[in-house]
């Protein structure tokens, strides 16, 4: 695969509006209005006009959309009708739980797009949507931590469960470390449903959180395309890295309860990071590899490589070792790093990097300036 990876590279002011308004559902272009019919004053209904009862989940999708292309920090604040969000959550987990554990996805017949964490960032994932083709002319797996800082974190997740929804056998969403519940609690989802419109102390609030945790908890640890293309959020820790860490993981069926064993592999799935020397092996109980575990690992798997996420990379993916790609899919991550934002197309033996970049100045380091308010800022 490092062989043959060519890069499209493209730059923006902001996002990238050439494709963005094109719709998810569909894959046609269409100009956003100069009115949004869903606004109504400072909110914007994201569930206007949806009904339980025949959930329209290609409306669900263009309503999200429609709010993430347009968005600016004086855009109105979206709501969510409850009763639509807990019937979103609870069809997707329904449809998880028919479906194997770890996917394997040929890239023959259609392009793979591989994309990285996104953060929350929702105009970097629709911007590089739009670059690299929609579904169900290209299938998608993704590299978990849908969910962050970004100013869109519920709406990037439930666009992702609603595509899910409409081609479940497009997509494919892996679990990352910002998926489990304790993580969730900590990037104060509770806060997230409060800002939407649905209020503390309800027993929507409280079904949606739960909802929204078991629905994470059924992503896939892992994917392989083509067989020997091992796709995963985090990396291989010393438990994978073991004789037959892998098979094992492999092996695993989709269950109510996990054992501790197998806890272990599915966290290792999601949390590992690379680490580039011996100074970062401090870890404080992080499980991590080296590129030279990384390596071995692949061959001793008979992997063509490894892609990967769970690391900011300045140019949007880093092919270091030569079998493993980490891959970021958040531009200018925070507001203050000037990343580029990439994913990466597979089609045979083929892969493209499809990537762009905001040209907003010059980087500034987080240890002298904090985050103000802009992109990455939960409004």
Sequence with gaps: MSESINSSNNSSSKKDDGNSNAPPADGKTENAPAENPLETGQFIDLTNDLSTKSMDYQKLCR???????????????????????????????EKMDGEVLIPEISTTQKPTIVFGPIFGEGDSLVT???????????????LGCYTGKGFAPLEC???????????????????????????????????????????????????????????????????????????????????????????????????????VKEKNLLMESSWSVMILNEAQKEMHGMPYFTPEQ???????????????????????????????ITIISAVAYLDNFRNFAAVLKIQGPKGTIIRYKMEEGEQLSLELVKPGIGR???A
């Design 63 to 93: 309503n999200i959309w429609r709010y993430l292309v347009n968005y600016t920090p004086n855009s109105p604040r979206p709501t969510w009708n409850p009763t639509i969000l807990l019937k979103l959550l609870q069809d997707v987990r």
């Design 128 to 142: 590089l949507m739009s670059q690299a083709g929609m579904p169900p002319d290209v299938n998608y797996v993704m």
């Design 157 to 259: 997740i439930c666009l992702l469960l609603s595509m899910k929804m409409l081609y479940p056998t497009n997509m494919y969403l892996l679990k990352g470390h910002h998926e489990e519940s304790l993580s969730l609690e900590m990037l104060k989802l509770g806060n997230w449903l409060q800002l939407r419109g649905i209020p503390l102390n309800t027993p929507e609030h409280q079904q949606i959180i739960d909802e929204m945790k078991k629905s994470c908890s059924a992503f896939s640890p892992a994917a392989f395309l083509d067989s020997r293309i091992l796709c995963m959020a985090g990396g291989p820790g010393p438990l994978l890295r073991k004789k037959n860490g892998l098979k094992k993981l492999m092996k695993m069926q989709r269950k109510l309860k996990y054992s």
């Design 294 to 324: 990384a390596s071995e690992f692949c061959q001793s798997n008979n992997l063509h490589c490894l892609i990967r996420g769970r690391q900011l990379v300045d140019q949007g993916f880093l092919n270091k070792p030569k079998d493993v």
């Design 376 to 378: 990455n800022v939960v």
